[in-house]
C-alpha cells in the first residue's frame, strides 16, 4: 500500500510540479485576462480612420455627413447607457430615476437623435448626479470613428477627378500626411450617375478593413432608398417610423418551472458543451502523457528496477491513478476559483446585465449534476482510454512504435463528432441516444443531453454499461501490460495486440 | 511493512525450478541453494538464462514448476524490502536528481521519507559523489549514473543483494569501485549473488558460483572444486624433445604448446619428483616446470560453452 502511494505520488509530482504545468495553469486565465485587455484596447485603439468624398453629383456630400452625426450619437448612447448601467443607482423595482432620453435601455435611433437634442451626456449626467453611486469616475470621452476631411491643401479641388485621385495616391500610401501628421484612410468616389449605376468607387491601401466602406455603403443607399420612397409620394418620416416597428422574441426554456430568460437557458445548454469537449481534450491529453511515459520507462529501462519493488498491477495502478489526478488538478483547480469568482462578482444580479448571465453560469455549472458527472465520466473514459494506451506503451519500445496504434485510437474517438450538433438539437433523438449507449461515447453524449432532461434509466443503463466495459477493458490491458512490458519483441503488431486480449 | 524475517542459512533456494515460453524452455530443471554472508556467482553464457532465473528469484516472472524460496518465503515478493536487485536492463528517470532517485527507490522498499533522503546524501558521500547529490541523472556521466544505480539498489540495506551483470558498461577503475563495493557489502554480512559472463570478477570475488547452460546446472561449488574437476597438467619448458618422459608412470599425454611449451596430462597420483628426475636423467633441459593453475575462465568454456565453441 505504501509503495502504491509513493508510485501515485511520484507520477502526481511528476507532472504537476513543472514549471510547465504551472506555466499552463496560468496561461488559461491569463489568456482570458488579456483577451478582455485586448478587447478594451481595441475598442480605444482603433485608428480613426479619416476619408475623402469625391463627389461628382454635389449632392452626397451632406448625406454622408448626417450619417456620420447619427452615428456618433448612437456610440454616444451605447458610451452613457453602459456608464448608467454601471453607476446610477436603479429604483428598488429595477427602473432607472431618469426620464426618457436619460434612462438607459432603448438603443434606437430615435432615442440617439433625442439624446444628442436633450444636451447629450453633459445633460444626462447632471440629470442622473442626484444617483451617482460612490466612486462613479468620469463617462469615457467618445470618439468618433469616421471622420471626413477636405481635399488637402495641394489637391486643386477644381480638377478633373482622374489627376485628384492620382494627387491623393501618396496620401493613401503613407508617404504624404494630412495636417496634424493624420493618414488619409480612403478616397471615396460618387460617380454621377450613382442613381442609374448604383455603385461608388472605395480606393484604400486596407482592403481588410472593411468597416468604413460598409458604412459608406449603407449611408448611401439609405439616402437612394429615401429618395425613391419620396418619389413614390410616401413621405420619410412616416417609411423610417414604419422601419422601426420590430417583434423581440422572448426565448423562454420549457423546462424551468415558470420558464427561464433567452439568454440564461442559452447560457446553460452551452455549458455542458464546453464540458464535453473540455472532458474530451483532458482524456486525450492525459491519455497522451500516459503513453508517453510508460514507453519513456520501457526504453530507459526503470521499469525493472521499479518491478524488483513493486508488482506490475501495482505500477499500472499507480501510474492510472497519478495520472487521473493530475487531470482531475487541472478542472477542480478552475472550478474552485470558477466557483469562488461567480460567487464574489455574482452577487447582485440586476436583470439584463453581465451579473445575471453570470448567475446563469453559476446555475448551470454548479446547481445541477453537471460537475460530478464531468468527474464520474472523466475517470470512467480515462480508465478506458488510458489502459489501452497503458496496454499499447508497454508492448512499444519508442514512441513510433505505438504510433500505429495512437492513430486509429483517436481517430475512434473524433468519429462521432459529426454527429454531435445533432444530439444538441435533438438531445434525447435517436442518434443522440445510440451514442449514448457506445461506451467509448457514453460519457461526452450524456453530457451533451443531461439539460434536456433525458430518461434516468437510459442514463444509468448506459453508465452501468459503461462501467462494466471499462472493467472488463482495464482487467485485460493490465494482462497485456504485465504481459509486455518486459518484453523486447520490437513494435507490436494489431495481431499480436488482439491475440493477447483474446487469450 | 511486516516483520522481518530472519535470513536463515540459506537465504535464497531454487528447487527445481523451470521456466518454459512456450515450446522454448528457458530454465530447465533448475536447483541450488546460496549460503548466508557469500558472494555467489551466477556464470552462462548470453541466453543461458541466467536473466530469467534472476527474475523469478525477484518474482517478476513466475516459474513455470519449482519453487523459489527467498529467505524464508515462497512468494519472494512478500521479501521484497529485505532483497536489492540490480536488473541487467537498468535505467533512470532522467529528470530526477541523484539523490531524489536513490531515496525514490528507498521508499518503494518502505523506508521513511526522512530516512530514505538521508540515506541517500550519506551513500553519495560515501561514493565520492557528494557533490552531484542535488543534479539531475541527465547531467551526470555513465559511470556516476551507474553508481546511482547500484546505491539505490543497497539503499534500504537489503539482506539478499542479487546484481544482473553488474560490471557491464563499467569503467576498469570503476569496476574495481564495484568489487571493493561487493567485498565490503559482504563483509557487512549481506549475502550478494551476482551473475556475468566475465570471470575473472568471479574468480576474484565468488565464494562459490553457479555455472548453468542452456537453462541446465553444469557446476555448482567453489573454484577449488571446479579445479578438481579438471585433470591435472603440467608445465614443462624445454629446447630439448619431452616425448621420453611418457615412460614414466602416471604420465597419460604430452601436449606441445607455444615453441618449447609443453603441457604434461598426469594422472592425480603422479610422482611429480620421478618425472623431474626422469627428465634431467636424459638430458632433457629444464627452463620451467610446474603445475597449470586453470582458471575459472578455461573450466567456463569447458563447461558452460565447449559446445559452441567447438561448432564454431
Not at chain 2, 528517470?93 to 546524501?121: C, H, N, Q, S, W
Not at chain 2, 627428465?279 to 597449470?292: D, K
Amino acid at each position: 500500500m505504501n509503495a502504491l502511494l509513493q508510485l501515485i505520488t511520484h507520477e502526481y509530482r511528476k507532472y504537476v510540479f513543472t514549471r510547465g504545468f504551472l506555466a499552463f495553469i496560468m496561461i488559461i486565465p491569463l489568456a482570458g485576462a488579456f483577451g478582455a485587455f485586448a478587447n478594451k484596447i481595441s475598442d480605444r485603439a482603433s485608428p480613426i480612420r479619416h476619408f475623402v468624398v469625391l463627389d461628382e453629383t454635389g449632392e452626397f456630400i451632406p448625406r454622408i455627413d448626417e450619417a456620420l452625426a447619427d452615428r456618433d450619437a448612437e456610440d454616444t448612447l451605447g458610451v452613457w447607457d453602459q456608464y448608467a448601467y454601471q453607476w446610477v443607482s436603479p429604483n428598488e423595482d429595477g427602473t432607472f430615476p431618469l426620464e426618457p432620453p436619460f434612462a438607459p435601455g432603448d438603443p434606437s435611433p430615435d432615442r440617439a437623435s433625442q439624446f444628442k437634442e436633450a444636451g447629450g451626456i453633459d445633460a444626462a449626467l447632471a440629470a442622473a448626479k442626484p444617483y451617482l453611486k460612490d466612486g462613479a469616475p468620469e463617462v469615457p470621452s467618445v470618439r468618433a470613428r469616421y471622420v471626413r476631411v477636405g481635399l488637402p491643401m495641394d489637391v486643386p479641388a477644381a480638377g478633373d477627378q482622374q489627376s485628384q485621385i492620382e494627387q491623393l495616391l501618396p496620401y493613401l500610401n503613407g508617404k504624404k500626411m494630412l495636417d496634424d501628421d493624420r493618414a488619409l484612410f480612403a478616397v471615396v468616389v460618387i460617380p454621377a450617375d450613382i442613381r442609374e449605376g448604383r455603385q461608388v468607387s472605395f480606393w484604400t491601401n486596407n482592403l481588410i478593413a472593411s468597416d468604413l466602406s460598409g458604412f459608406i455603403g449603407r449611408a448611401l443607399g439609405e439616402t437612394l432608398r429615401n429618395e425613391a420612397f419620396t418619389a413614390e409620394g410616401l413621405d420619410v418620416t412616416v417609411v423610417d417610423r414604419i422601419r422601426q416597428i420590430q417583434v423581440s422574441v422572448n426565448e423562454i426554456k420549457a423546462d424551468q418551472a415558470g420558464g427561464e430568460d433567452g439568454a440564461a437557458a442559452r447560457v446553460r445548454t452551452v455549458i455542458p458543451l464546453v464540458l464535453a469537449y473540455t472532458l474530451f481534450i483532458m482524456i486525450t491529453s492525459v491519455g497522451g502523457m500516459l503513453l508517453t511515459n510508460t514507453v519513456e520507462e520501457k526504453s530507459n529501462k526503470i521499469v525493472e528496477m521499479l518491478l524488483s519493488s513493486v508488482s506490475a498491477t501495482q505500477l499500472m495502478i499507480g501510474k492510472l491513478v497519478g495520472l487521473a489526478l493530475v487531470g482531475i488538478t487541472m478542472p477542480a483547480l478552475f472550478l474552485g476559483i470558477g466557483y469562488l469568482l461567480l460567487t464574489f462578482f455574482g452577487a447582485d444580479a440586476a436583470p439584463g446585465t453581465a451579473a445575471e448571465i453570470i448567475g446563469a453560469i453559476k446555475g448551470g455549472l454548479f446547481g445541477s449534476p453537471l460537475v460530478p458527472l464531468f468527474f464520474l465520466y472523466f475517470v470512467l473514459g480515462y480508465l478506458f482510454y488510458s489502459s489501452i494506451y497503458l496496454a499499447v506503451g508497454a508492448m512499444s519500445d519508442s514512441i513510433q512504435d505505438a504510433q500505429s496504434f495512437v492513430v486509429p485510437l483517436t481517430l475512434m474517438l473524433l468519429l462521432p463528432l459529426p454527429f454531435l450538433s445533432l444530439v444538441i438539437q435533438d438531445p434525447n433523438g435517436i442518434v443522440a441516444r445510440v451514442l449514448t449507449f457506445i461506451p467509448l461515447y457514453t460519457p461526452y453524449a450524456v453530457m451533451l443531453r443531461i439539460s434536456a432532461q433525458p430518461p434516468f434509466w437510459e442514463i444509468a443503463a448506459a453508465t452501468a454499461l459503461l462501467l462494466f466495459v471499462v472493467g472488463y477493458v482495464v482487467f485485460t490491458m493490465g494482462r497485456i501490460y504485465r504481459k509486455g512490458v518486459l518484453s523486447s519483441s520490437g513494435a507490436p503488431s494489431w495481431k499480436e495486440f488482439l491475440n493477447l486480449v483474446r487469450k | 511493512m511486516a516483520g522481518k524475517r530472519e535470513v536463515g542459512e540459506f537465504p535464497l533456494k531454487v528447487t527445481n525450478v523451470t521456466k518454459s515460453y512456450g515450446s522454448f524452455t528457458a530454465v530447465n530443471d533448475l536447483s541450488f541453494a546460496v549460503r548466508r554472508g557469500e558472494i555467489y556467482g551466477f556464470l552462462g553464457q548470453n541466453g543461458a538464462g541466467k536473466t530469467t532465473t534472476l527474475r523469478m528469484i525477484m518474482d517478476i516472472v513466475p516459474p513455470t514448476s519449482g519453487e523459489v524460496n527467498v529467505l524464508g518465503a515462497t512468494r519472494p515478493r512478500t521479501v521484497k524490502h529485505q532483497v536489492g536487485y540490480l536488473p541487467e536492463e537498468r535505467g533512470l528517470y532522467r529528470k530526477m536528481k541523484a539523490r531524489d532517485t536513490i531515496a525514490y527507490f528507498a521508499r518503494l522498499k518502505g523506508v521513511p521519507a526522512g530516512r530514505a533522503r538521508a540515506r541517500g546524501e550519506q551513500l553519495l558521500e560515501e561514493f565520492g559523489l557528494g557533490e552531484f547529490s542535488k543534479s539531475k541523472i541527465e547531467t551526470l556521466s555513465k559511470g556516476m549514473a551507474q553508481k546511482v544505480q547500484l546505491l539505490s539498489v543497497i539503499a534500504h540495506e537489503p539482506d539478499l543483494i542479487i546484481l544482473d551483470e553488474p560490471f557491464s558498461g563499467l569503467d576498469p577503475v570503476n569496476q574495481k569501485v564495484l568489487e571493493t563495493m561487493i567485498l565490503n557489502l559482504r563483509d557487512q554480512g549481506r549475502t550478494i549473488v551476482f551473475s556475468t559472463h566475465v570471470m575473472e570478477h568471479a574468480e576474484r570475488l565468488c565464494d562459490r558460483f553457479l555455472m548453468i547452460r542452456k537453462g541446465k546446472k553444469v557446476f555448482e561449488g567453489t573454484l577449488d572444486a571446479a579445479r578438481g574437476m579438471e585433470q591435472p597438467t603440467l608445465i614443462l619448458q624445454t629446447p630439448d624433445d619431452p616425448l621420453p618422459l611418457l615412460d614414466v608412470p602416471g604420465v597419460v599425454d604430452i601436449l606441445a604448446q607455444d615453441k618449447g611449451r609443453y603441457r604434461l596430462v598426469i594422472e592425480d597420483d603422479a610422482d611429480r619428483q620421478a618425472i623431474l628426475a626422469f627428465a634431467l636423467n636424459n638430458n632433457i633441459r629444464i627452463l620451467f616446470f610446474g603445475q597449470e593453475e586453470r582458471s575459472l575462465h578455461d573450466i567456463f568454456f569447458r563447461l558452460a560453452g565447449a559446445e559452441e565453441v567447438q561448432s564454431a
